[in-house]
């Protein structure tokens, strides 16, 4: 079958009923229509509606209330309750329609695979929009509002004189994402002294893929070309082992991390295109044999998975020419223009408000520790000079450029992972930006200024950045300071999903940032709170306590009559350990029912508390009971 007589796009253009009766008529192996909404906990809804009732119903469908669903259904706690359950669905007809293929189901009248046409729609309570997407669209509509009067009222901002501000028509959000992510065969488990060991040594990175991981890697690229995403690249990360290949020529024992780059898009396009390839590298991996792990950190002790999520701003002028308002005049004198100084230092300042969005789980702080090139510190880099850009690995805010491609100036954020909710990522990014945009362009500071804003020493006073902070550094986070030093001079970050949902409160003016322009409102901010506190209480006591009782009870002693005193020393320290984690006695209680307990009484910060005492313990008797087993050699 060829793949080019496929339909993969309808074009926001070709969403009229005209285009759309033609287009179903020429692809008869569109056979089903799914409504993708996207709710608080980032999660996108599939439903499979018949053509035929689509086609039936199309004027609703285009321009009504295509369906409903209720508050059972999606993560919108607060909102639709369950006396006040009913949300509706309206099609977005502003961004690319997808057709996701069915690559096991035939059609036998056709010869085809059958396809589902996938509408992107928003979620509607109470004449309300309550859905990420929306939240999106909406932000960015009054960030554009804002900036566009900003640049009137400041129509000559250093480093943006090039600009005639009366010619621009529009701006346009440029944003992007990475996504990484692990493979392996199914059931295998690779040591992790192995997955290590490789990954200190760069066995993998950048490696030369084999076998079905090469081919799903290649048809993967092949897919997003087809749906027009425009992949830049593939490749293997800097996790995992060599695979092998058995005698019938498969590959067998794979445990790889790879990721896999597009182009750019603006806003909801972004964000879309994000679930496109997910769905796109599960699916054909699948395919070729393959488990697929989206988790910020599915292996302990080994590299995670981000999606770092880039941010750009380019104005579109009358005449057809793009400008980025990031970038200098001068890239050559100049790291950022005022703008862009001022989008990276809201984003930093008010990065206490934004992270509750970006790390929302516990598997997402699992990736959020020193040594792993993820971010640990609110921090940027600029470079040592303007004309040597810096790729430092180890701050949360990268600045991308490129001195002879103005256009590619960006922010790249390093903190978000697979699972962060893109579209209200975005648009918490851009919230704060413009923060820190309206402050730089009001203090009518030079670029060398805001050049010195940005890199102020601890207790130094700025116009807009907090004194007792440092917000730039050129050296290696993670080598350069100290665990103190970091705190004091880059705050102390939160350890758990309770802790960071606490930013909301600790700092009221910078959530304020966020709920400026009345999009992201109050209302949001608890529903988003109250739905990853209840999935971060559930998952600690229904997966990782019993996950850990589990491995609790696999440390068994190993050692028999012919075992030394240090044998038995080093075993008494594990037993100690396993104890603390999982067996009351009388007097005390272990760590397992201090949470539960804690959990039961919604004391969440002791529950947080014990939680992070868990994880201590948890990886001290793992460190212990490996070094007690090497050494029974009976």
């Known amino acids: 079958m060829e793949k080019s007589t496929l339909l993969y796009i309808i074009k926001p253009e070709q969403q009229n009923k005209e285009s759309l009766l033609q287009i179903l008529s020429d692809h008869k192996e569109i056979q089903y229509v799914s409504l993708m909404g996207v709710d608080l906990a980032g999660n996108d809804t599939d439903e499979k509606i018949p053509i035929n009732i689509f086609l039936h119903d199309l004027d609703k469908f285009l321009y009504g209330s295509a369906a409903q669903t209720d508050g059972s259904s999606v993560v919108l706690p607060g909102i639709a309750t369950l006396n006040d359950a ?16 069915n690559y096991e189901h035939v059609d036998e009248s056709t010869g085809k695979i059958v396809g589902t046409l996938r509408l992107p729609c928003f979620l509607v309570h109470n004449n309300t929009f309550v859905d990420s997407r929306s939240l999106l669209k909406k932000t960015l509509s009054y960030v554009e509002k804002e900036i566009l009067a900003l640049l009137k009222q400041y129509p000559h901002l250093p480093g943006l004189e090039h600009v005639e501000v009366d010619q621009i028509d529009h701006l346009d959000f440029t944003t992007a994402t990475e996504l990484e992510f692990w493979v392996k065969s ?19 990175y950048w490696q030369r893929t084999r076998g079905n991981v090469r081919t799903a890697l290649e048809q993967t690229i092949e897919a997003l070309e087809l749906y027009g995403l425009k992949p830049e690249m593939g490749h293997k990360e800097c996790g995992g082992v060599k695979g092998q290949i058995d005698e019938t020529g498969h590959m067998t024992h794979i445990n790889e991390q790879l990721e896999v780059d597009w182009k750019f898009n603006t806003g909801l396009q972004t ?28 292996i302990q002790g080994v590299a995670g998975s981000g999606e770092h999520t880039h941010v750009g701003l380019a104005a579109k002028m009358k005449d ?19 703008l862009g100084y001022g989008a990276l230092m809201g984003i930093l300042k008010n990065y206490e408000a934004v992270n509750p969005f970006i790390s929302a789980t516990s598997d997402a702080f699992n ?15 600029l470079g040592l000079s303007p004309e040597v850009p810096s790729r430092n690995r180890t701050i949360l805010a990268g600045l991308i450029r490129d001195i002879d491609n103005p256009l590619a100036t960006r922010i790249e954020m390093r903190s978000p992972n697979p699972y962060t909710n893109t579209y209200i990522a975005i648009a918490a990014f851009y919230l704060a930006a413009l923060d820190g945009m309206k402050a730089c362009a009001a203090s009518g500071r030079t670029l060398k200024q805001l050049e010195k804003e940005i890199s102020k020493k601890y207790g130094q006073k700025g116009f807009y950045l907090e004194r007792d902070r440092e917000y730039r550094t050129e050296q290696d986070v993670f080598e350069h300071f100290t665990a103190e030093e970091r705190q004091k001079c880059f705050g102390e970050p939160p350890a758990t999903v309770w802790e960071n949902m606490q930013g909301w409160e600790k700092y009221p003016e910078k959530k304020a940032v966020l709920l400026a322009g009345g999009v ?38 190993l050692h028999g009559e012919t075992a030394t005193a240090y044998d038995k020393a ?4 594990v037993q100690e350990v396993r104890e603390k984690l999982a067996k ?24 947080s508390d014990k939680f992070l005492e868990m994880q201590r313990l948890r990886d001290e008797m793992m460190r212990r009971y490996h070094d007690y087993a090497q050494n029974i050699l009976d």
Not at 367 to 381: N, Q
Not at 522 to 547: H, M, Y
Not at 570 to 573: D, T, V
């Open 271 to 298: 964000a879309d295109n994000e679930i496109l390839a997910r769905i796109i590298v599960k699916e054909l991996f699948r395919l070729n044999g393959m488990e697929v792990s989206f988790q910020a950190k599915p």
């Open 86 to 101: 009913r949300v509706d669905m309206t099609v977005d007809r502003d961004v690319n329609w997808y057709v996701d293929y």
């Open 520 to 557: 992201l409102t109050q209302r949001i901010l608890d529903s988003f709170e109250e739905g990853a506190l209840v999935r971060w209480k559930t998952e600690i006591l229904n997966r990782l306590i019993p996950e850990t009782r589990l491995e609790v009870m696999a440390c068994k002693a």
């Open 186 to 204: 199914p059931r295998e488990k690779s040591p992790i002294e192995a997955l290590s060991s490789s990954q200190v040594m760069q066995e993998q």
């Open 584 to 607: 009351d006695s009388s007097r005390t209680s272990c760590v397992f029912t201090e949470i539960r307990k804690a959990m039961e009484a919604d004391d969440y910060d002791k529950a």
């Open 320 to 338: 057809g020419r793009v400008v980025n308002l990031f970038a200098p005049g001068d890239m050559h004198k100049d790291f950022l223009s005022t």
């Open 570 to 573: 080093q075993w008494k320290k």
């Open 367 to 381: 990736r959020l520790k020193p040594g792993f090139e993820a971010p640990v510190c609110v921090v940027t880099s």
